[in-house]
């Protein structure tokens, strides 16, 4: 792999993490502090979709690492929409979640076989103990922010613990779903790089992307 076609995948990986970005901000639109019921548990099974996603297009940690970044970055720019200090719970708490989601799938890929993963099985089972993971992961976040885990009404029990079940039910779904689109993008940007070595479709989404969805995150937050 050339070097312009592997800065092409991290491109396209920004791309990727800023619609993440929107996607949060678009399923939290009506949060100010904690998760609801199982909005955070969906939240685990869309973010192992992305991450699963950037994973194998750009085949490195590092691609992970800066789509975590990129969510991280939109979680703040929200913050400054609503008015929010970063360590708020709506704030800081998604954004420890992302970090535990991506640490939990690089730990369960780096344990699992790589044949094992490149089968829908074998990923859906990288899915369910991801999201397995990063629940448990979470009530860690307390010592991170300062802010304890949202927990059910009228109990001490976090509701990452609670909706661990559908949070894996989902990702057993979705991180496939992530792989297949993942191997999609890849395989279709190295056919344009062979087909045309010079093109920039992919340096010109990113900014573009990052543009569209910081600006549907504002249009959300005035809704």
Known sequence: MD????????????????VWGLSEAALGMGLRSCAAFVSGALMTGVALFFIAAGWVLTRRVLGVVLM??????????DALLLGYALNHGAIGNPIFSFVMEGLAFLV????????????????ALAGGMSALLAANLFPLVRFAT?????????????LSLYYIHIAVAVSLATVPLGFWLGARIRARESRLSESSPRSRWAFILSPAAL?????????IRLI
């Not at 070097?3 to 800023?18: C, M, R, V, Y």
């Not at 885990?149 to 009228?154: D, I, L, R, Y």
């Not at 543009?211 to 249009?219: D, M, S």
């Open 108 to 123: 369960i890929v780096a344990v699992l076989k790589r044949t094992l993963t490149q089968k829908p099985a074998g990923q």
């Open 211 to 219: 543009a569209l969805c910081l600006a549907g995150v504002a249009l």
């Open 68 to 77: 975590i970044l990129i969510a991280a970055g939109f979680k703040m720019f």
């Open 3 to 18: 070097k312009s076609a592997s800065k092409s995948f991290f491109g396209l990986a920004i791309a990727l993490g800023a």
């Open 146 to 158: 300062g802010v304890p885990a949202c927990v059910v009404a009228g109990t001490g029990y976090p």
